[in-house]
């Protein structure tokens, strides 16, 4: 959280410690009110206190000096709860006979008790306060540390592998940053595995995975020749997984056009709307509203989920579709998400003609761009290197490859030895167990062929420079860490839109349902993807989420 390092020093009394307070400046005020009232609290219970000695000991008739001192005391005393009551009142006297009740040098003992207890309540609400106060700076606080480490603006990369940026790239970078200092920061940085490729031994890591794709396929091919005395290379698993391809692709065609114009067309005339009366902008804001939840819920919720289950689509082909179609509802959503408050804040202030939308170039961009928040414009590369993309696009094929013959040689034995099986405790304990290795390599060649080669080289193709797509989950010692590290992307959508959204509308009040409803929402769009593309619901991402995370 910015802010400056300050320090109060109370010179009333010499065992008042300094108070070292970290926060904004407009901050301290309530807390010098704070001291100011404590000190008046000490200093007011030790006159009270030895005014009645005095007053008890010495009688009735003390003297002039006493009064004289008495009187002057409570006139300094009274001018500080003066002060605090909202600033003097110059009407109001210390001695007069209405407010301080002084006759002959005597003081009423039951005035000065309610003057203490208006002072203590005073310093109660007071700290009420502060400690309001104290608890959202906090807050503040922790939510200015994620935000830093989602962006990743405080941490650049090592020298080894990035150089600094100069000035004039800093100031560049600044029409990439979000309005208002709020949002994702989009800078310019490569993959985390593109810069830990360089060093030798980390490299040793892929061609160990190299060398044991290797070892898989001539493990094939032997057993291949010994039991059937002639080299099998049929790809049945493949042709299966992606049946119904050509269906896919136009199932694909018809979201993709419709995310095109619906959203855009909407967002444009409801804008073009928000220039008429208060009444006219309410009504067409409910009108456009209704229509694009509709749209998000039937066109893109609907539709697409009902080609898939109709048509019996093949696990590869219903993975295609539902993660596209999850994708491009994500997208539509940020789209009108980041320009709804431009064309609200054009309505307030009425500077130029009509409010400034984004251009369809712009936002076609954004549709294949990989990342999951709008912006106008993105860090841009020089130019595309044609073979980088050749090579991730490869390694995506790889990678498929890779993980045919893992279901090849270590699943399918397993499954068709446990389908021969009585079902019982110990046949699936040892299905699950024996799947873990498998399923632990399925779950690296997924991350390294989509999260790492394919939006690389999408991001090469469109020369976007921002490829944070991933952070060093690896590395992660709790499961907070590797939620918000594995699949930066999501986790940006997921963070911005529905954790930050969450709690600017409920005041930031109810911080643990916001994060409650994050993973809800996560954990169902998963088991979402893999019921559908599956046949059949099997909660192991839902516990995954709901209970470990």
């Known amino acids: 959280?910015?802010?400056?390092?300050?320090?109060?020093?109370?010179?009333?009394?010499?065992?008042?410690?300094?108070?070292s307070i970290e926060g904004p400046a407009h901050h301290l005020v309530s807390v010098c009110t704070v001291g100011e009232l404590l000190l008046s609290l000490l200093d007011y219970d030790s006159f009270l206190l030895s005014s009645l000695g005095k007053r008890w000991q010495r009688g009735p008739g003390c003297g002039s000096e006493m009064e004289s001192g008495g009187e002057s005391l409570l006139r300094s005393r009274n001018r500080a709860v003066n002060n605090l009551d909202g600033g003097s009142n110059p009407g109001r006297h210390p001695h007069g006979n209405g407010d301080n009740h002084i006759s002959n040098g005597k003081i009423e003992v039951e005035h000065v008790i309610s003057k203490k207890l208006q002072l203590k309540r005073k310093a109660e609400g007071l700290k009420d306060d502060?400690?309001?106060q104290f608890e959202s700076q906090v807050h503040d606080f922790m939510d200015s540390l994620i935000e830093e480490s989602v962006s990743l603006e405080s941490t650049p990369l090592p020298a080894a592998f990035s150089p600094p940026l100069s000035d004039k790239e800093r100031s560049k970078l600044g029409r990439f940053q979000p309005p208002h200092g709020q949002g994702k920061h989009f800078i310019s940085r490569r993959s985390l595995l593109d810069e830990l490729f360089e060093v030798n031994h980390i490299r040793t890591i892929?061609?160990?995975?190299?060398?044991?794709?290797?070892?898989?396929?001539?493990?094939?091919?032997?057993?291949?020749?010994?039991?059937?005395?002639?080299?099998?290379?049929?790809?049945?698993?493949?042709?299966?997984?992606?049946?119904?391809?050509?269906?896919?692709?136009?199932?694909?065609?018809?979201?993709?056009?419709?995310?095109?114009?619906v959203p855009y067309t909407l967002f444009h005339l409801w804008s073009q709307s928000q220039s008429g009366s208060h009444g006219q902008q309410r009504l067409f804001s409910w009108l456009f509203g209704s229509a694009f939840l509709l749209y998000q819920g039937l066109g893109l919720g609907f539709l697409p989920t009902y080609v898939v289950v109709t048509n019996s689509l093949p696990p590869a082909s219903c993975f295609i579709v539902t993660l596209e179609q999850v994708r491009l509802i994500m997208k539509a959503h940020s789209f009108v998400r980041e320009n709804v408050p431009r064309v609200l804040a054009w309505t307030k202030d009425k500077t130029g003609h009509s409010p400034v939308i984004p251009q369809v170039s712009q936002y076609l961009y954004?549709?294949?761009?990989?990342?999951?928040?709008?912006?106008?414009?993105?860090?841009?590369?020089?130019a595309t290197r044609w073979g980088y993309v050749a090579t991730k696009l490869l390694q995506v094929l790889g990678c498929l490859f890779y993980t045919y013959y893992v279901f090849v040689r270590l699943c399918i034995p397993q499954f068709r030895s446990i389908s021969l099986q009585l079902f019982n405790l110990r046949a699936m304990v040892l299905c699950v167990f024996n799947s873990i290795l498998p399923g632990v390599l399925v779950l690296l060649l997924g991350f390294f062929a989509f999260l790492h080669c394919w939006l690389n080289a999408f991001a090469e193709m469109l020369c976007f420079a921002d490829r944070m797509f991933y952070k060093d989950w690896w590395n992660s010692t709790s499961y907070a860490n590797y939620y918000r590290t594995w699949n930066v992307v999501v986790h940006d959508w997921l963070y911005y839109y529905v954790y930050r959204d969450f709690l600017l509308i409920s005041q930031k009040r109810f911080r643990p349902a916001a994060m409650f409803f994050v993973f809800t929402v996560s954990a169902v769009v998963h088991e979402y993807i893999l019921a559908v593309s599956f046949g059949f619901f099997y909660p192991v991402l839902f516990c995954l989420f709901m209970c470990f995370g």
């Open 1 to 19: 959280m910015p802010g400056t390092s300050l320090q109060l020093h109370c010179a009333r009394r010499r065992d008042f410690r300094p108070i």
């Open 130 to 132: 502060l400690l309001r």
């Open 366 to 382: 954004f549709l294949f761009a990989p990342t999951l928040i709008y912006r106008d414009k993105y860090p841009r590369n020089p």
């Open 206 to 261: 892929y061609h160990m995975f190299i060398a044991l794709l290797i070892l898989f396929i001539l493990s094939t091919l032997v057993v291949d020749f010994l039991d059937e005395g002639r080299l099998v290379l049929d790809f049945d698993l493949l042709v299966y997984a992606f049946g119904q391809f050509p269906l896919v692709v136009c199932t694909w065609l018809c979201m993709f056009l419709s995310v095109l114009l």
